[in-house]
Structures are given as C-alpha cells and as structure tokens.
Nanobody, 124 residues
Framework: QVQVVESGGGLVQPGGSLRLSCAAS????????WAWYRQAPGEERELVAN???????YYTDSVKGRFTISRDNANNMAFLQMNSLKPEDTAVYYC??????????????????WGQGTVVTVSP
C-alpha cells in the first residue's frame, strides 16, 4: 500500500525555524508532484507550496522568501524548510503527493495521496 507520512511539526517561537519532512512508501513507479498544504483553525485548507518532478516550484504569497520546498527523488521524500516563522503560520500542515504506482495486471494507477497532518504552532 502506498502512503505518505509527515514529520517535523512542533512548537516554535516567532522568528524561529522548522523543517517538515514527508516520505512516500510502497511500490512507486514515478512521483510527479509534491505539495504542502495547511489548515488553520476555522480556516479552509490552503496550498502553501508545491514542486514538480522538474523542480519547478510555487509558493503562496504569504510564505515567499521564508519557506523553501525541496524534494529527494532517490528516497521519495519532500521537505518544507520554514524560516522566520510568524504566529499566522500556525496550522496543521499536510503533505500531498501525486504519483503513479504499479497495480499488477491493471498496469499503473495514478494516485493522489494525503498525509495525516502535523501541527505547527508559532507562539512566544
């Protein structure tokens, strides 16, 4: 079974840094897109950043210059380096991946997977 699992959340003071990691496991043929989303209390889930297989990146305006998304293709992992954190960055952060997995006689299946979420709290 293919799944993605995040790690690295926690409590940090304003101005501090955190690095989130996400690992995809299982039988994966090709991993196309990694993304990080977040959902603050009472808010809708929003896209924070994504990175394609060609390493093209996108960032939402509020994190540009502070967050960096990267990927390790050899190990099917993605990372979100978060610097200069602000209280408004407090949220549950979710990893998202789009990939292709072998499905035996069925060939390949395109999957869109979410991690379970990791809590990031920015507070004095």
């Amino acid at each position: 079974q293919v799944q993605v699992v995040e790690s690295g959340g926690g409590l940090v003071q304003p101005g501090g840094s955190l690095r989130l990691s996400c690992a995809a496991s299982g039988n994966i043929f090709s991993l196309y897109i990694w993304a990080w989303y977040r959902q603050a209390p009472g808010e809708e889930r929003e896209l924070v950043a994504n990175i394609t297989s060609g390493h093209t990146t996108y960032y939402t305006d509020s994190v540009k210059g502070r967050f960096t998304i990267s990927r390790d293709n050899a190990n099917n992992m993605a990372f979100l380096q978060m610097n200069s954190l602000k209280p408004e960055d407090t949220a549950v952060y979710y990893c998202y991946a789009e990939l292709q997995a072998p499905m035996g006689p069925e060939g390949f299946k395109y999957l869109k997977l979410w991690g379970q979420g990791t809590v990031v709290t920015v507070s004095p």
